[in-house]
């Protein structure tokens, strides 16, 4: 198949797409059952390519790669600076590819390109970043006992880790695991979203040009009823990070108890934003609006419930009906394009039945028009929840697409206790220019992140992750290398020669 676009200069770029197949020990090679799946385009729903299908078999021959590369292979005992090498070069390579990456994001996705382009730009300084991180904080602590003893601290990789990412945004969340996984020395197994299988091989193609040791990083495409189930109850496994929905994290947890895996989880949200009747109308407004419609809605950390004040909530809501008229819905490869398809009709059709349970609960549902020649693809128009309740269904339950619920309220109580009247607890808005009370309501709502005046904007330094139904553990930062990627080791060294208790010596 051949996508067209055009690059930042208006020229017509084609991209050619192949079929995909598993990476495993540094080799391109088919699953053992011989059996493909398709992947189909979310803007046409016709054939993208086919992408091997693994499965436990083929699980079981990339941690046997794995965990041969990490125990008599090299990269768990290289030198760190020898070892960041790698992870730079990595990210040049990953430079040189920024548009064919994105064009394949887009593709496979349906995301807009303008928005690809931005983000898979960010993923080279994953591992730029992880490698400084590495080479400057992963160091250990020392504890000097008086003159007799001297106790410190080392930090070792765990070896095999299992990383299974989301097919929303694949490529920025793929490096965002990968990088501080490599760089810390483990040998990794990836498992992208069966649904967006493109920039996973793209990657593994990257990292097979940066010349790693073989079996260091391997790629198995699949389903997670079979490739992600074996690779979660697999014994030379040593962690899981996962990305993806509550439910599915739960089962992970669960099957991974067996053998006492680390688990990291980010998971769900039905993230709240709050306007107050003194906040910045203007710039709120385009926080709400970016927030929940860019990535088609697709977003973990998107404001799905929008608080606004009783005497501001008319004016505001006059305003989303605007914004929402005027979206461009299009051909994700058009730069022009802001709202795109999403990622597959099962996914479309759930979106759809979510609109449909807020007219049956009582919302006014007021929505873009997607345009007669789009049909064909999976595109669900900006829509506004208006007059929507807390309690109802379509507030409580994440339907992760470009669908906004607006709350109407009225005291600074009512609204935190209604923020956080939901199983979720990822993300948080708030807008005031009351700081006092800016810095209250963020301390009180309950959510892993919260940001003030601002949108979704990231530091790769901070915590990333949720509270609740939205996750257990952090990444990002020193969280991911100290409290995930590695194991600390205490040393004990005696300096002198202390009294030792004499047990079952014979007095002479």
């Known amino acids: 198949m051949q996508a067209q676009t055009t690059d930042v200069n208006g020229q017509a770029v084609h991209q050619q797409v192949e079929d995909v197949k598993l990476y495993i020990n540094s080799e391109f090679v088919d699953a053992e059952s011989g059996i493909a799946f398709e992947n189909l385009n979310p803007f046409t729903n016709r054939v993208n390519n086919y992408v091997a299908e693994g499965r436990g078999e083929d699980v079981d021959k990339a941690v046997a790669a794995a965990k041969e590369a990490f125990e008599q292979g090299l990269w768990g005992k290289m030198k760190v600076a020898q070892r960041m090498e790698y992870i730079n070069r990595i990210a040049d390579l990953i430079d040189e590819e920024i548009e064919e990456i994105a064009i394949l994001e887009s593709l496979d996705t349906?995301?807009?390109?303008?928005?690809?382009?931005?983000?898979?730009?960010?993923?080279?300084?994953?591992?730029?970043?992880?490698?400084?991180?590495?080479?400057?904080?992963?160091?250990?602590?020392?504890?000097?006992?008086?003159?007799?003893?001297?106790n410190y601290t080392m930090y070792k990789p765990l070896g095999v880790v299992g990383l299974i990412t989301p097919w929303n945004a694949p490529f920025m969340l793929e490096t965002w695991k990968v990088a501080p996984a490599l760089a810390t020395g483990n040998?990794?197994?990836?498992?992208?979203?069966?649904?967006?299988?493109?920039?996973?091989?793209?990657?593994?193609?990257?990292?097979?040009?940066?010349?790693?040791?073989?079996?260091?990083?391997?790629?198995?495409?699949?389903?997670?009823?079979?490739?992600?189930?074996r690779l979660v109850e697999h014994p030379d496994v040593k962690a899981i990070s996962f990305t993806g929905e509550t439910t599915t994290g739960s089962i992970i947890i669960k099957n991974s108890a067996e053998t006492l895996k680390k688990t990291s989880m980010e998971l769900g949200g039905k993230s709240p934003l709050i306007v107050f009747d003194d906040a910045d109308l203007d710039?709120?407004?385009?926080?709400?609006?970016?927030?929940?419609?860019?990535?088609?809605?697709?977003?973990?950390?998107?404001?799905?419930r929008v608080f606004v004040h009783k005497n501001i909530k008319d004016q505001f809501v006059e305003a989303l009906k605007e914004r929402v008229a005027n979206i461009k819905i299009g051909d994700p490869m058009d730069m022009s394009t802001e709202l795109g398809p999403l990622i597959g009709k099962e996914h479309f059709n759930k979106v759809k039945s979510y609109?449909?349970?807020?007219?049956?609960?009582?919302?006014?549902?007021?929505?873009?028009?997607?345009?007669?020649?789009?049909?064909?693809?999976?595109?669900?128009?900006?829509?506004?929840?208006?007059?929507?309740k807390n309690n109802m269904r379509v507030c409580q339950e994440e339907i992760?697409?470009?669908?906004?619920?607006?709350?109407?309220?009225?005291?600074?109580?009512?609204?935190?206790?209604?923020a956080n009247d939901v199983k979720y607890g990822l993300a948080g808005f708030v807008w005031t220019n009351d700081m006092k009370r800016g810095h209250r309501v963020a301390h009180a709502v309950e959510a892993g992140m919260l940001w003030i005046n601002a949108q979704n904007v990231r530091d790769l330094r901070i915590p990333f992750g949720g509270t609740k139904a939205s996750g257990i553990g952090r990444e990002g930062g020193h969280y991911a290398i100290f409290e995930f990627y590695t194991e600390p080791k205490v040393i004990h060294v005696a300096l002198g020669d202390h009294h030792i208790p004499q047990f079952g010596k014979v007095k002479k």
């Open 110 to 150: 349906g995301l807009p390109i303008s928005q690809t382009r931005n983000m898979v730009a960010r993923a080279a300084e994953n591992f730029r970043f992880y490698a400084r991180m590495v080479q400057v904080k992963l160091h250990g602590e020392s504890y000097p006992v008086d003159d007799e003893f001297i």
């Open 187 to 229: 040998t990794v197994i990836l498992k992208p979203g069966e649904l967006s299988p493109l920039t996973a091989n793209k990657l593994a193609e990257i990292i097979n040009k940066a010349d790693l040791p073989k079996g260091v990083f391997n790629v198995i495409h699949g389903f997670g009823e079979t490739a992600g189930a």
């Open 283 to 304: 710039r709120a407004l385009d926080a709400a609006v970016w927030g929940i419609f860019s990535f088609n809605g697709e977003r973990c950390t998107s404001n799905a």
């Open 355 to 388: 609109i449909e349970l807020a007219k049956e609960e009582g919302c006014e549902v007021v929505q873009g028009v997607v345009p007669e020649e789009l049909k064909a693809g999976n595109f669900v128009p900006p829509t506004l929840l208006l007059n929507a």
């Open 400 to 418: 992760f697409g470009p669908v906004m619920a607006v709350i109407e309220f009225e005291t600074e109580e009512e609204v935190i206790a209604a």
